[in-house]
């Protein structure tokens, strides 16, 4: 079942936010990305539906929930796939490591991890609303890039990324011209550009080497 979107909350530290992204690749859409970021008794809950249609290749249908503590540090992950083959992957993080679930048709596999256990963020595959939760973290503070650790459950990987504000930037989404902070969020392998309200909403995703576009739906028009 699909999360229930209702209107987009204003994206501040302790407000509940909502909403539906829109995945293209050039000019077809491909998919769809429903969400919920939400507080609970302890901390944050963040929830995404995704649906990908791709020309070619098998439907994909996965939904996920993150738990994270009220200082932003994951607690527990569940990625649950229903197409094209049903699977299920939980992770479990602490401080004497960071236990890793995967349940397939094949089997169970389980892998432990040591990570580290400040400025931690889970960016799993495709979920691109976990990318609100790596701005809601950002210092706008500070200049400069900051630095951030990264655990993919999806691919089971660790990694590093960098995370800097280039500045603000016009952009119309919607049909509705924004004055939006540009940032770029950046990898080993991948760069990804992101434009966020000053609340921190995110309204447009692009990432050029893969030809992905992701952009929030107008709620109120759809």
């Known amino acids: 079942m699909w999360i229930k979107a209702g209107p987009a909350a204003a994206q501040t530290g302790s407000s509940t936010e909502d909403g539906v ?6 000019e077809r859409r491909i998919g769809t990305e429903r969400f919920l970021i939400r507080r609970i008794a302890s901390g944050w809950e963040a929830a995404g539906e995704l649906l990908l249609e791709v020309p070619g290749a098998p439907r994909v249908s996965e939904a996920s ?39 397939t048709e094949a089997g169970t596999q389980e892998q432990i991890f040591l990570l580290p256990d400040h400025d931690l963020v889970v960016l799993d595959t495709n979920l691109f609303h976990q990318y ?17 650790n990264v655990f993919v459950p999806q691919e089971a990987t660790p ?27 950046a990898t080993e392998d991948i760069k990804i550009e992101i ?10 995703l692009e990432i050029p080497q893969a030809r992905l576009e992701i ?8």
């Open 132 to 148: 609100i939760l790596l701005l809601r973290q950002y210092d706008a503070a500070r200049s400069g890039p900051q630095n951030f």
């Open 65 to 103: 929930t993150l738990r994270l503590d009220a200082k932003w540090k994951p607690t527990s992950y569940e990625r649950q796939q229903q197409a094209p083959k049903k699977g299920n992957l939980t992770v479990e993080f602490g401080s004497a490591g960071t236990k890793l679930l995967s349940k």
């Open 21 to 26: 992204f829109l995945i293209r690749s050039g």
């Open 215 to 222: 952009v929030r739906q107008d709620l109120a028009g759809r």
């Open 159 to 185: 990694a590093m990324i960098s995370l800097t504000l280039l500045g603000k930037e016009n952009l119309r989404i919607n049909d509705t011209p924004l004055e939006l902070n540009h940032f770029q969020a």
């Open 195 to 204: 434009w966020a309200t000053p609340e921190g909403e995110i309204q447009r």
